[in-house]
């Protein structure tokens, strides 16, 4: 599950500085094509969404936040993190060093 935001470019910076480095805006096309959308609704033609470097694993399995609980699919307790690379189909948009930025020249395409 996630939520949509419809941002400036203002708005989208600041949000891309708190992510901060270990984030990665991706998505694209690839991505909108395997979103579960309701039927009545329109599919956008690219979706972006916010990725991080690492997942949390149990046993092989990645660990999930049930976000309606606020609880973790599995008991507290310090377990171990591994790689969570971009898929390949994905699109990374480019960040500038230290502020994060995002420059205008991907508004269009995010419109």
Known sequence: LTWLQWLTLEQLNIISATEGSRYALVGGESLAAK????????RPPR????????VLEDNGS??????????????AGVLPARPNPIPSEWRRIHRSPGHHAIGQEHMNEFC
């Not at 979103?35 to 329109?42: F, N, P, V």
């Not at 979706?47 to 690492?54: K, N």
């Not at 990645?62 to 008991?75: A, G, K, P, Y």
Request: charged fraction near 25%; aromatic fraction near 24%.
């Open 62 to 75: 990645t660990v999930w936040m049930d976000v309606f609980r606020r609880r973790w699919s599995v008991d």
């Open 47 to 54: 979706i972006y969404a916010w990725w991080f470097d690492s």
């Open 35 to 42: 979103a579960t959308i309701q039927a009545h609704l329109r």
